[in-house]
T-cell receptor
Framework: GQNIDQPTEMTATEGAIVQINCTYQTSGFNGLFWYQQHAGEAPTFLSYNVLDGLEEKGRFSSFLSRSKGYSYLLLKELQMKDSASYLCAVRSVTGTASKLTFGTGTRLQVTL | GAGVSQSPSNKVTEKGKDVELRCDPISGHTALYWYRQSLGQGLEFLIYFQGNSAPDKSGLPSDRFSAERTGGSVSTLTIQRTQQEDSAVYLC????????????FGPGTRLTVT
């Protein structure tokens, strides 16, 4: 089966940098996604990593180490609107079936 | 339409009644997913369709839950004899082909079983 761990809550200051970690254990790993979910809204896609290394997209970057089963989402120049839950999701493939398993999410609170 | 749509947006039902939730994916997306999210919890995978077939039904919590997809488009999730523990937000997502592409989520249906 799959096991995904991420911190439950984090707090950071506006303008700062925050790193949200995600560790996973899975068989048939084939990619890791990060989603953002504001309270009462549907998740929206942020990033996708399938190879080791850093993917940068504006203020957001995502890193993956497959050998360590580890990823992080880095948010720079934090804004109040970044207050949301951040969901780590792992894609696994078994035979011809693929599956996306979500972690429980990290609730980020950005303060003044 | 421009995005994934779901109906109804809110549903309140009595325990023991059947409910049907609808999902309209993005046009041209062949893959469709149903998830459940309870208050303060992560997304729980329910079922996944590739076209009209469901290669993975492993997430359906009991035989009271079923889903179908017709014409490679609209999907319905049916919950029979609803229980209070079925109360949650039911989210539908679609992607271009399969899980290797980003999933676009609908706004969800908030189901409350009284």
């Amino acid at each position: 089966g799959q096991n995904i761990d991420q911190p439950t809550e984090m707090t950071a200051t506006e303008g700062a940098i925050v790193q949200i970690n995600c560790t996973y254990q899975t068989s048939g790993f084939n990619g890791l996604f990060w989603y953002q979910q504001h309270a009462g809204e549907a998740p929206t896609f942020l990033s996708y990593n399938v190879l080791d290394g850093l993917e940068e997209k504006g203020r957001f970057s995502s890193f993956l180490s497959r050998s360590k089963g580890y990823s992080y989402l880095l948010l720079k120049e934090l804004q109040m609107k970044d207050s949301a839950s951040y969901l780590c999701a792992v894609r696994s493939v078994t035979g011809t079936a693929s599956k996306l398993t979500f972690g429980t999410g990290t609730r980020l609170q950005v303060t003044l | 339409g421009a995005g994934v749509s779901q109906s109804p947006s809110n549903k309140v039902t009595e325990k023991g009644k059947d409910v049907e939730l609808r999902c309209d994916p993005i046009s041209g997306h062949t893959a469709l997913y149903w998830y459940r999210q309870s208050l303060g919890q992560g997304l729980e995978f329910l079922i996944y369709f590739q076209g009209n077939s469901a290669p993975d039904k492993s997430g359906l919590p009991s035989d009271r839950f079923s889903a179908e997809r017709t014409g490679g488009s609209v999907s319905t999730l049916t919950i029979q004899r609803t229980q209070q523990e079925d109360s949650a937000v039911y989210l539908c997502a679609s992607s271009l082909v399969d899980n290797s592409y980003e999933q676009y989520f609908g706004p969800g249906t908030r189901l409350t079983v009284t």
